[in-house]
């Protein structure tokens, strides 16, 4: 028996036709559907399409779901996987870390001020990094991580890790111009098309690092940090 699916949608409208962008058997044959599959399967993909609103990397890592987390939910694991943020300290407002990006790195300076604020959940394994550039009063770039159990998704043990960034608009234009410092030569969205590619460089940093303690007996999160 079919329960009474999207029957609030066929009564607002006034028709059972199906809904532009809805595909679905009861409307859409297998025969009608099939070349819109083939169509979305092409074999190479413009990278605006792939990587143009939403960045999403993922990898394997023979680490326990519940260790990694523990290592990623501390900002200061950043400091060791990632390309480019370095020296975290501590601010006045709790929670809320101060480093640099060398990606922003002028003639001169350590690089961007990079403001970092972790939201973690422990039960649903997610890991997520509110950061901005040069000011920490509102962290518009958001790096959201997902832990899985690879146990129930790939039958071995270990970790798969899903890490997708959203292309806020604030990655086309700086919002706070004011607090930028002067004579800096770029802004953290012209890397935006290299976020693909560089995402996937950083998680294969995790993965070494995590793995190689792992494998090795060592806390995955190292002493320094605790």
């Known amino acids: 028996m079919s329960l009474p699916a999207l029957d609030d949608i066929t009564a607002h409208r006034g028709t059972p036709e199906a809904m532009d962008g809805l595909v679905r058997i009861e409307t859409s044959p297998k025969e009608q559907a099939t070349p819109i599959i083939l ?15 939403y960045c999403t990397v993922n990898d394997y890592i023979d680490c326990p779901p519940e260790e990694l987390f523990d290592y990623l939910s501390d900002t200061r694991s950043l400091e060791e996987w990632t390309y480019s943020l370095r ?4 601010t006045d407002e709790p929670g809320l870390w101060l480093a640099y990006d060398r990606l922003g790195a002028g003639p001169t300076g350590p690089g961007s001020e990079i403001y970092t604020r972790t939201v973690a959940n422990r039960e649903a394994l997610t890991v997520d990094y509110h950061c ?40 086309d234009n700086n919002p706070y111009p004011e607090t930028a410092p002067p004579g800096r030569p770029v802004w953290v969205g012209d890397f935006w098309d290299m976020f693909g590619a560089g995402h996937l460089l950083e998680l294969h940093n995790l993965k070494a ?16 940090m605790k």
């Open 87 to 90: 020296g975290f300290t501590t």
């Open 132 to 171: 901005a550039w040069d000011q920490g009063k509102h962290l518009w770039m958001i790096y959201l991580m997902r832990i899985v159990d690879a146990q129930v998704v790939l039958d071995k043990p270990g970790s798969v890790v899903l890490w997708t960034n959203c292309h806020h608009p604030f990655y």
């Open 39 to 53: 169509e979305m399967m092409r074999s190479v993909y413009p990278h605006d399409e792939v990587f143009g609103e």
């Open 209 to 224: 690092i995590a793995e190689y303690r792992h494998r090795n007996g060592l806390p995955v999160t190292p002493a320094w």
